[in-house]
């Protein structure tokens, strides 16, 4: 059995990483909190910029429409956006990701296509960076909870290689939030657009409460669009699809920007729940050490005193 010195120090050890995941799990649910206000407050843009293109699609047939960005050509080079985490700490979120965009690139390669990678977040960069995939662009350093700044940049160098035919199609790979204890790797198609559902009548939203005593994320819907529909009489000054080549890139922003956002939740809900678990079994550890060194200082104390009974005994 170890001494007590080691014994103590080991548990004084447990203790304090036991203090620093604590800490860790409530800076994520603060974030989390972060995450849902911004999914809010991008709320009125988003129902505002659909309501246009419903109105849009209402005039016209968007599969006749002369937009580069819904035009469907053959497939012969895809595009993977794989969604990653600069930090890890967050269970399997990083790897669920990586494991599946490879999955996703050893299919398409199967098939005879050109498979290129953008990668978002360190974690990414670094493991394909290593493996050598052919990289179109990397993007590091987002912030914890995206910005639509980000995730225009991030669209116009899509878009881009889009409109110049360097690829047919364009694929983001995230991680869906669905509770605090579950989140999904899935595949979505950017590029070329298919509004033809473009409402989405209930966002989730996370919520943060509490619950005896210690903070918890519950999923939700958020509130219901007030934004009226736009009357079907009424006039544009530019033709529609002047109106769809304008407002077709801001769709792509916002689709990837809630992906992103998705992405940021789902991190921060498994980084809640690594830290949580860490810090539960820290509490076990620590429990069972003290229990170590109380019979190892027992066992030290009885050694002591057969000792002093045994001297006495010889004296005598």
Do not use: H, W
Not at 114 to 122: A, F, M, P, S
């Amino acid at each position: 059995m170890a001494n007590l010195k080691e014994i103590r120090d080991r548990i004084k050890s447990v203790k304090n990483t036991r203090k620093i995941t604590e800490a860790m799990r409530l800076v994520a649910a603060a974030k989390v909190r972060r995450a849902q206000e911004q999914v809010l407050r991008s709320r009125p843009f988003a129902d505002r910029l659909a309501r246009v293109l419903e109105n849009l699609q209402s005039r016209m047939q968007f599969e006749d429409a002369d937009a580069p960005l819904l035009e469907q050509r053959a497939v012969e080079t895809v595009t993977l956006v794989a969604v990653t985490g600069d930090r890890g700490l967050c269970g399997g979120y990083n790897s669920n990701i990586l494991k599946r965009t490879e999955q996703r690139f050893a299919e398409l390669k199967s098939k005879g296509l050109n498979v290129k990678v953008v990668l978002i977040g360190r974690k990414a960069a670094s493991y394909f960076g290593n493996r050598n995939y052919p990289t179109q662009a990397k993007f590091t350093g987002l912030e914890q909870v995206p910005t639509a700044d980000e995730a225009n940049t991030i669209a116009t160098d899509l878009l881009s290689e889009f409109v110049a035919q360097g690829t047919d199609r364009v694929e983001i790979i995230f991680t869906k939030f669905i509770n605090l204890v579950s989140c999904k790797p899935v595949i979505q198609t950017l590029l070329p657009l298919d509004p033809q559902d473009i409402a989405d009548p209930e966002d989730e939203i996370f919520r943060l409460t509490t619950k005896d005593g210690r903070l918890t994320v519950e999923p939700g819907s958020a509130p219901g669009s007030t934004e009226p529909k736009m009357a079907s009489d009424i006039v544009f000054e530019q033709s529609p699809e002047q109106l769809l080549n304008s407002l077709l890139p801001l769709y792509l922003q916002n689709q990837l920007l809630r992906s992103l956002q998705e992405s940021a939740a789902s991190e921060l809900a498994s980084r809640m729940t690594a830290m949580n678990n860490a810090s539960d079994n820290a509490k076990a550890l620590a429990k069972t050490l003290t229990l170590d060194y109380n019979k190892a200082r027992q066992a030290a104390i009885t050694q002591e005193i057969l000792e002093v009974v045994g001297g006495a005994a010889a004296m005598t």
